[in-house]
């Protein structure tokens, strides 16, 4: 398989996967989404309906899509299911006998809740049904060379929801609510291309089946509200407030993710916070 050919990323109405395919050279990445609003059509409500003719100059797999909303998981459970778990799973066996390599976007929430730090051999223990959903794709496909997953935590760029809710808050003046405990080892979308880019050019550069795709430490919503103002030359006002105990239900208040090979993946360290937040607003101001 060469590096040359084409990456396929699922899912076209994904701010991360736009945000990753835009990096990309021009010509080179291939978009899918159920409306036909992509390059390449895909419900994965019928994914028997896939043509896979559109793989034939596609080397790289990065599965996306998702159902992820929690009002989804929680009001309509057959239909995320299928989305998540039936329609990944078929659709995933159509690139692997056709012998692509799959890169699966799944969740830190597969650990649940851990304060202390933990490695991709941890245990595992889904919190809530999306981190369920996710984890049962990586049991469907666990020791298949061409499948790999990225337990992806907390992903900061411009489009993300807390970076877009800061800055709404920085704009109009009105102070950030801050939920406390509420911790993630947050990545910064730029390391997360690079380690797609590098498993494109070299699929053995990280032998294993599952990566932990993170930060370098641990950090708080005040922490990543701190930096952000940082970034931003001060002025966000913040408060923080403790969450009701419903909150929770699908959202760990630690996951202290750690990664033994990330690192190794992208040939440097993970992008700290502060650092993420001075490259988003570069970014914003060219």
Not at 52 to 63: F, K, Q, S, T, W
Not at 221 to 234: K, L, T
Not at 251 to 273: E, K, N
């Amino acid at each position: 398989m060469s590096a040359g050919q084409m990456i396929l990323y699922t899912g076209a109405g994904g701010g991360i996967a736009q945000r990753l395919a835009a990096a990309a050279p021009a010509g080179r990445v291939l978009f899918t989404s159920s409306s036909g609003a992509g390059q390449v059509r895909l419900d994965l409500t019928a994914p028997e309906e896939f043509d896979d003719a559109a793989l034939r100059n596609v080397g790289l797999v990065v599965h996306a899509a998702a159902a992820s909303s929690p009002d989804i998981c929680r009001n309509q459970p057959e239909l995320a299911h299928q989305i998540n778990v039936a329609g990944a799973i078929a659709f995933i066996e159509t690139c692997l006998r056709q012998d692509k390599h799959v890169i699966f976007f799944s969740s830190d929430t597969v650990y649940g809740d851990r304060q202390e730090p933990f490695h991709e051999d941890a245990e595992t223990s889904p919190a809530g049904s999306y981190a369920a959903m996710k984890h049962a794709v990586e049991r469907h496909f666990q020791g298949r060379a061409g499948f790999k997953a990225f337990r992806l935590s907390y992903v900061v760029w411009n489009g993300d929801k807390f970076t877009r809710y800061l800055r709404s808050c920085l704009q109009s003046g009105r102070p950030a609510e801050l939920f406390d405990p509420f911790c993630r080892s947050a990545v910064h979308v730029d390391d997360l291309l690079q380690a797609v880019n590098a498993l494109h050019a070299r699929w053995d550069a990280f032998p294993g089946n599952v990566l932990n795709v993170c930060g370098p430490r641990m950090v708080s919503r005040a922490e990543m509200a701190e930096a952000f103002s940082r970034a931003a030359g001060g002025g966000l006002q913040t408060t923080v407030t403790t969450p009701e105990p419903a909150f929770f239900t699908n959202r760990p208040r630690y996951i202290h993710m750690c990664s033994r090979y990330f690192g190794q993946v992208l040939g440097h360290a993970p992008t700290s916070i502060d650092t993420m937040y001075r490259k988003e607003f570069s970014e914003q101001e060219q």
